[in-house]
């Protein structure tokens, strides 16, 4: 499929004149001609140049004045609006485009529709006007061959660059204003933002102080409590069975049995293997369309590779493995082992405490002791206990009166000491 060519639209911005024909280079309303600022875009109605007409098209982009800023064919060696000379140009349509245009050109060509008008321009120096810098050329060109006589600037020509400087300070003024006003509502976003979390972190703040720093308050003892407890074993002879004998263990019985399984090497055999690979499977056919730079935008297929998942076999060799049972002999006993049986417990309040007496039978021994002591404090209307070393547990008499430093609900010292 042969390239198309379609004419593209273009907007003045100076009158406001809505959808022109891409190869009119000068407002058909106003007169004001495309410049750096023009952008092209696709009509929602598709319609091909004819073959002689679209030959003179795409083949390169239009080149902007540096004097008038003016649009002129790839090919004119003089801008068609001022007269200037190309060696003089300052770019491109698509090298003088900013981040903002070059993204609407690119949207207009994928959907077809013009975007809203770019929110700023590239900058320029109001005082590079031709018609207010007395020291620069003023734009009227004539070739070598034409009379030298000076020829009066067509008045058209004054009042286009006029409203052309205006407009182009306008938007300036305007694409700042703008910027500041963004600018202005992300700082706002930003510190209401930061407010919450900062409000969010105090409150946390608070609350994990209020919960963990340490608070002085008296406290008076209420009762004292201590438990002691100690745990009798009992010796019974069980059987077990295992690959050895431990040590005071009487054998009754052993045997070969089963202990594992060794892998060994037994042949090699063909396996056939299911594999996958991407085989091509013709093309996917698209339409794109690419701004040519002048006024025009070139309709060509794309066509992408397409590719299917095929399955196949192959024939590999394999290694077949046989499992060989290993024996050992396992041996069955009887031994004697220690079982916790029973509990000795005494506990009391503020007598001294005391330890509780087993009485073990022949086949009992004595196991582990423990003991604790508690302290309960009553502090205004909440009470309190910590578990304390026997001395100091013994110290102390209910009704006697201690400053308790307390942190997230617990006792953490009494009368300004670490209690372990």
Known sequence: MANKIIEGLWDCPYCDQKGIGGLTKQCPNCGHPQDEGTVFYLPSKKEYLDKETAAMYGKGADWICSFCESLNRYDNEVCSNCGASREDSIGDYFSNKTDDVKEAVAEK???????SKPASLPEESDDLLPDQDPDMDTGD???????????????YKKYQKEARAKKHRESKREAERKREEAQRIRAQKMQSRAKLFAGLGLALIVILVFMFWPRTASGTLESKSWTRDITVEESRTVKEADWSVPEGGRTYESKKELHHYNEVL????????????????????SIEYVSNGDGTFT???VRTPRYRTETYYETVTQPIYRK????????????????????????????????????????????????TYTLAFKEKRHSYSIEVPLDYWLSLKPGTTVKLTISNGKIIKIDGKEIN
């Open 109 to 115: 060509d994928v959907y077809g529709t013009p975007s």
């Open 141 to 155: 060109h004539v070739s070598a061959d034409s009379s030298s006589e000076d020829k009066e600037e067509p008045v």
């Open 266 to 285: 037994d042949h090699y055999e063909p396996v056939e293997v299911a594999r996958t690979r991407q085989v091509p499977d013709g093309f996917d056919t």
């Open 299 to 301: 309709e060509r297929e």
């Open 324 to 371: 060989e049972a290993v024996y050992q002999t396992k041996y069955y006993y009887e031994i004697e082992r220690w079982f916790e049986s029973r509990h000795v417990t005494t506990k009391g309040g503020a007598e001294n405490p005391y330890w509780g007496e087993p009485a073990l039978g022949e086949k009992e021994k004595e196991g582990k002791r423990t003991e």
